[in-house]
């Protein structure tokens, strides 16, 4: 509590310094559980997915903690920009010091009413009908979407279309509210998720028009103990506080992979965050819950196929192919390996330039502009490939622009470097073959002589 506090008063989180983490080490506070009454191989199952998710390189914890899903990742983004408008304001009292914190509340029955209108495929007009059929009528005609009727196909209508409920402030029609709270567990928790928040990166490994794919910096899953402290303290301990049955997370992994419908019945939230999630919940809790669901997936998975299997270079998309390939933890983490492969290629590349030469590439991306030459722990190549959430914020997906200026610049690079070594190769080629007529007019005259 006093923790809490101290955070509030220095105003830490808005200044966007780290969160200060107790030293003791908390795998040890992990539940002892029984996973072998509900299928699992052994009891004491939590702490056996933690200890392998320690045991990982940093490069597999990002991947295992990924949250690899086109809707869901949809879902967040549209949530965040509610979150970034409404949360986290203060009331303040007649002193003017802080008296309660407001935060952004999501209902997690209206979350998932969302998740299926971003789900629905293309010009499927019947899954189309019926998701609109599930979402709560607004309350009023200026909420309706010009989208919703036409059943236009493109990313942005259909983004408008699920965002229709969540295009006017705060109230009780709406899958949202605020809240206030002087608990000290409530200004924690949501401290906490903030902070979270403003790890999260965002990719697009399936060559998805928008992103697909949510991951955090390698820098952040490195520290397991300080990355499980987090997210504890961002769910109220919720997090890997329960067994989850086999069975569920298989059902979940089949269905997510394409693999068809699974035989075992799960729940539809169960397949956006974990069983123990409220009726109401703050966004950092809800990203925590779907990175335990994540690792619960990947840890099945990792059993499921051995880390030595072939996996080929290139893997089918889902609902395509060899299914029991493409669920394995070895296929997930070799999607996210070759997404990364071109990093050192544009580093190279990056570390040949200015300053200013920098700045000028990366236009259109303030944010980026402002750190050249001052990068923390991930370099700016690495975050155009893997984009800070705040990034997103300010200037939606005008990276892939910066991006593909970049690797532009690349081509340009290579080509003048190539062109360099042949005219190496030519100058020495040209030096050896005079010295060798030179030789040979002297050793003639010698000869003559």
């Keep these: 509590a006093a923790g809490a ?13 780290p969160l200060t983490m107790p030293s003791m080490r908390l795998e040890t506070t992990l539940p002892a559980d029984h996973g072998s009454t509900v299928g699992w191989h052994r009891d004491n199952v939590i702490m056996d997915l933690w200890d392998w998710f320690a045991s990982l390189s940093s490069a597999q914890r990002m991947a295992a903690s990924a949250i690899d899903d086109l809707a869901w990742t949809k879902l967040f983004l549209a949530l965040y920009k509610q979150h970034k408008r409404y949360g986290g ?4 009292s007649a002193t003017g010091e802080a008296k309660t914190r407001q935060f952004l509340q999501f209902r ?21 009908d019926r998701a609109r059929s599930q979402v709560p009528p607004a309350p009023s005609a200026a909420v309706a979407s010009p989208a919703v009727a036409s059943h236009r196909d493109d990313e942005g209508a259909a983004a408008a279309t699920a965002l229709a409920p969540l295009v006017h402030a705060p109230s009780e029609h709406y899958p949202y509210s605020l809240a206030e709270s002087e608990a000290q567990h409530d200004l924690l928790e949501y401290i906490a998720g903030d902070k979270l928040l403003t790890y999260v990166r965002l990719c697009s490994l399936h060559g998805a028009k928008g992103y697909d794919t949510i991951t955090f910096p390698e820098h952040i899953v490195a520290d397991t103990n300080q990355l499980l402290n987090l997210l504890k303290m961002a769910t109220k301990r919720d997090f890997l506080s329960r067994t989850v049955s086999q069975d569920h997370v298989e059902a979940v992994a089949l269905g997510s992979f394409g693999g068809g419908p699974s035989t075992k019945k799960v729940a539809p939230e169960h397949r956006l965050f974990m069983p123990w999630m409220q009726d109401r919940t703050v966004l950092g809790s809800l990203l925590a819950s779907r990175v335990e669901l994540s690792l619960w997936l990947n840890y099945w998975r990792h059993h499921r196929q051995p880390a030595a299997a072939v996996v080929p270079r290139v893997l089918p998309p889902p609902g395509q192919g060899d299914h029991d390939l493409r669920g394995s933890f070895a296929a997930v983490h070799q999607i996210l390996q070759d997404y990364s492969s071109r990093i050192p290629q544009l580093e190279e590349l990056w570390r040949s330039l200015d300053g200013d030469k920098q700045r000028a590439l990366l236009e259109g991306l303030r944010k980026a502009q402002l750190i050249v030459g001052k990068e923390g722990p991930e370099s700016l190549v690495q975050m155009l490939f893997f984009l800070p959430i705040e990034w997103y914020s300010e200037n ?13 610049a690349y081509a340009e690079y290579m080509a003048t470097q190539l062109e360099a070594a042949e005219v190496r190769e030519a100058a020495v080629a040209g030096g050896s073959g005079g010295g060798g007529s030179h030789g040979g007019n002297g050793n003639g005259g010698a000869a003559g002589g």
């Design 5 to 17: 506090r101290e955070l509030l008063a220095s105003g830490e989180l808005a200044q966007g310094l």
């Design 89 to 92: 304001r203060k009331d303040l």
């Design 108 to 128: 997690t029955k209206d979350v998932m009413q969302i998740y299926a209108k971003f789900s629905r495929k293309p010009r499927d007009a019947g899954a189309a």
């Design 396 to 408: 939606d997906h005008e990276h892939v622009q910066v991006r593909l200026r970049v690797e532009s």
